[in-house]
């Protein structure tokens, strides 16, 4: 990693550039110093940005509430599955090529439900141990056929 800027302390995000790729990156001195590469496109563990992925939607009825999600393609990913356990039901999956379109159809669902929709999280990290609640919105404020329908077409614009 080479530094952009100027050390922000150990459990901030620093911005860097990968030696490896030259992408920008930020981690955290701290999580460098345990062990992490600092830069998810070249890290050979974790989520892949440039390995076929699966964008999710689920709900949880007891919680009220939606959550889009991406994992890994590959039969080593039981990220669906964590959340099934844990009351989740799979409302729709979709196959995208590259991790990294999985990311952007995400942030684009969120960018949506929050910024227009004015839909918050809905859920708290205690309710949901296995992760992912920042990506959670109560099923009161969204329409699930409206978000597939968005997902869909982001998909194709990837």
Known sequence: MTPLEPYPGGHEPWRCQCQT?????????SSIQQGGGGCAS???????????AVV??????????AKIGITGADSQSDRIEQHEREGWVVVDT???AYGRQAEEIETGILR???EELD???????ELMPQGGYT???SL??????ETARRVWRLAAQS
């Open 21 to 29: 790729c030259d992408q920008e990156v930020t981690p955290r001195y």
């Open 42 to 52: 070249c890290a050979n563990y974790g989520f892949d940005p440039v390995a076929p």
């Open 56 to 65: 999710y939607l689920i709900t949880h009825q007891h919680l009220s509430a």
């Open 94 to 96: 979709w196959d995208v």
């Open 112 to 114: 949506w439900w929050r």
């Open 119 to 125: 839909a918050p999280q809905a859920v708290t990290a």
């Open 135 to 137: 990506e959670t919105v």
């Open 140 to 145: 009161n404020k969204i329409s699930l056929e």
